[in-house]
Nanobody, 118 residues
Framework: QLQASGGGLVQAGGPLRLSCAAS????????MGWFRQAPGKEREFVGR?????VYEESVKGRFTISRDRAKNTGYLQMNSLKPEDTALYYC????????????????WGQGTQVTVSS
C-alpha cells in the first residue's frame, strides 16, 4: 500500500527526491515516517511528518519531508547528500502519534536504494 521510488546513484553534494505513493486508502491523517538502513547497521529514523515535522539530527537542514494529500503521496527531498547517507530508504505510516521507533509503524514501502559517491 506504500510504494517508494526515486532512489539512485548521485554524487556527493547532489540532490535526490524520494516519493512514497500510497494506495488502497488515504493516508492524509497518518504520520508519515522515513527511515534508512545501511548494510550491517540497524534501521534508523530519518524524519516524520504530520503537521509538525521532526528530523534526525544529521539530516536537519539538508532533508525536507513534504506531502501532497491530493495525490496521497509523500516526498523526501534530500540535498547536499553525503556518502554516509548511502542506505536503503523506506517510507512508513502509522495512525497513532509521531514516533522515531520504526516498530511503531504499521505500513511500509519496499525500500529504495540511495547511493552517494564521493
Amino acid at each position: 500500500q506504500l510504494q517508494a521510488s526515486g532512489g539512485g546513484l548521485v554524487q556527493a553534494g547532489g540532490p535526490l527526491r524520494l516519493s512514497c505513493a500510497a494506495s488502497g486508502q488515504t493516508f492524509s491523517s497518518y504520520v508519515m515516517g522515513w527511515f534508512r538502513q545501511a548494510p550491517g547497521k540497524e534501521r534508523e529514523f530519518v524524519g516524520r511528518s504530520r503537521g509538525v515535522t521532526v528530523y534526525e539530527e544529521s539530516v536537519k537542514g539538508r532533508f525536507t519531508i513534504s506531502r501532497d494529500r491530493a495525490k496521497n503521496t509523500g516526498y523526501l527531498q534530500m540535498n547536499s547528500l553525503k556518502p554516509e547517507d548511502t542506505a536503503l530508504y523506506y517510507c512508513a505510516a502509522r495512525s497513532g502519534s509521531g514516533s522515531r521507533d520504526y516498530s511503531q509503524y504499521d505500513y511500509w514501502g519496499q525500500g529504495t536504494q540511495v547511493t552517494v559517491s564521493s
